[in-house]
């Protein structure tokens, strides 16, 4: 497996909500990674596949809860996200595809 394939295993995608967006005005990008991703795995992936400089990287654990879809109990997948700010001149355009 390539090296690029390698970091596309620990970035799933872009988060794009309001939390989101008002962290990209702070100079920061949020992307959904592996669970088992940490932190310098992420500022590696990402620093290759954007080109840019990564200042911190900050990672929240959202639990997978029991819910209920069609009166059948189900599990919700855990989630892992990661908050990554960025240096000082460095963007990152979600909007567009790799």
Same mark, same amino acid.
């Given at each position: 497996?390539? %090296?690029? %394939?390698?970091?596309?295993? #620990? ?15 702070? !100079?920061? #990008? #949020?992307?959904? #990674?592996?669970?088992? %991703? !940490? ?23 959202? @639990? ?12 919700? !997948?855990?989630? @892992?996200? %990661? ?16």
């Amino acid at each position: 497996m390539s %090296a690029k %394939a390698e970091h596309y295993d #620990v970035i799933r995608k872009p988060v794009i909500t309001e939390k989101a967006t008002m962290a990209s005005e702070a !100079n920061a #990008v #949020v992307f959904e #990674v592996a669970v088992d %991703a !940490n932190k310098p795995q992420i500022k590696e992936a990402v620093e290759a596949l954007f080109g840019v400089k990564v200042k911190a990287v900050n990672t929240t654990v959202t @639990k997978g809860k029991v819910k209920r879809f069609r009166g059948q109990l189900g599990k919700r !997948n855990t989630v @892992k996200k %990661a908050y990554v700010t960025l240096e000082e001149g460095n963007t990152i355009d979600v909007t567009t595809g790799l």
